[in-house]
């Protein structure tokens, strides 16, 4: 029998409702009033996240932030910063106890992703797992040098035609693993690297010219237009297939979404939250 996991499909929210439904998921999955879930959604409007860890008046250039109009929001996974735009954005929440998850983290974030690379594929790209091999590699996931999520390797990368396609954050909270990512459809490299302080402009040049060798955008290696609605079904088949689970669309009830949104407000609209570090 396959196991049935719940689908909340694409839609674009606030980034504060975002953060809060993630959260929201994640911890009505440990008192397992909902089975495990996978979520798509988009930003509205387009939105700078960090890092849980990541300090936010030292790195980010808010001027810019605030000049293109955008949203700011802190994670609660650790990771980088990511520009939300022209993308498809996932959550998987699933129990730490789960019989398919592996016990440590990057275990765990690789069978995650067996659903990321099979979307890839149902888009027609070869994609692959790329795993760090010399040490220079694997001190490097210790101490990324850079603000940018897509531009820090990772155990378990996955890449097509050797560049990083998804960028992911984990973290772990009341016995459940919370994963989500980005799925960048198309990328504004120049918007992205306005939004961080760097020493220089040299430096940022330099920082900039890494990040294009190493990541791309869905529509530069499909080499055409993928929608967000083609995106949505092909990675909603790319779950099923990699975890070998059937997804059941789910709508929340009011009393849900009232619940989220307080908590989008409470929590995550907050500059305690934004900018505490």
């Not at 839609?11 to 504060?16: A, E, V």
């Not at 016990?103 to 690789?110: N, P, S």
């Amino acid at each position: 029998m396959t196991e049935v996991w719940r689908f909340i499909n694409w839609s674009k929210h606030s980034p504060y409702y975002n953060m809060a439904l993630d959260e929201a998921l994640l911890e009505w999955h440990s008192e397992g009033k909902i089975p495990p879930t996978i979520r798509f959604y988009g930003w509205d409007p387009a939105t700078l996240s960090i890092g849980y860890f990541q300090k936010a008046e030292k790195e980010v250039n808010f001027e810019e932030v605030r000049k293109r109009g955008l949203g700011f929001v802190r994670r609660p996974t650790g990771g980088r910063g990511v520009l939300h735009d022209d993308e498809l954005t996932y959550s998987v929440i699933v129990s730490e106890q789960h019989k398919s998850m592996p016990h440590t983290v990057t275990e765990a974030y690789r069978v995650i992703s067996e659903g990321l690379l099979e979307g890839f594929r149902a888009l027609g790209l070869d994609a692959y797992f790329a795993i760090p091999r010399t040490e220079e590699e694997k001190e490097g996931l210790k101490n990324p040098r850079s603000s940018v999520c897509f531009d820090a390797p990772s155990w378990y990368e996955l890449v097509v035609e050797g560049r990083k396609v998804a960028g992911s954050a984990q973290t772990r909270q009341k016995g459940v693993i919370l994963q989500h990512g980005s799925i960048l459809l198309s990328i504004d490299e120049e918007a992205l690297f306005s939004m961080f302080h760097y020493p220089s402009e040299r430096v940022k040049e330099r920082m900039r010219k890494s990040f294009h060798n190493k990541a791309v955008a869905v529509n530069d290696v499909a080499g055409r237009i993928v929608s967000i609605e083609e995106a949505n079904e092909a990675f909603k088949k790319g779950f099923e297939k990699g975890l070998n689970i059937k997804l059941e669309e789910y709508m929340l009830s009011e009393e849900e979404e009232a619940y989220v949104e307080k908590l989008a407000l409470d929590k995550y609209a907050k500059d305690e939250w934004n900018y505490r570090r």
